[in-house]
């Protein structure tokens, strides 16, 4: 984990890359719901 603020440019591609994490693992969430809620 850095410890840099999250300010600062250099953690712009990380952050980047932890929000297309949450937005595949929201789309994943949603779809197991749905299946969920077909039954």
């Known amino acids: ?10 953690d712009g591609p990380i952050m980047g890359v932890r929000a ?3 937005r595949d693992a929201r789309r994943r969430d949603a779809s197991i719901l749905r299946r969920f809620e077909e039954r």
Request: hydrophobic fraction near 15%; charged fraction near 30%; charge should be neutral.
């Open 1 to 10: 984990m850095s410890t840099a603020p999250k300010t600062r440019g250099s």
């Open 20 to 22: 297309g994490e949450d």
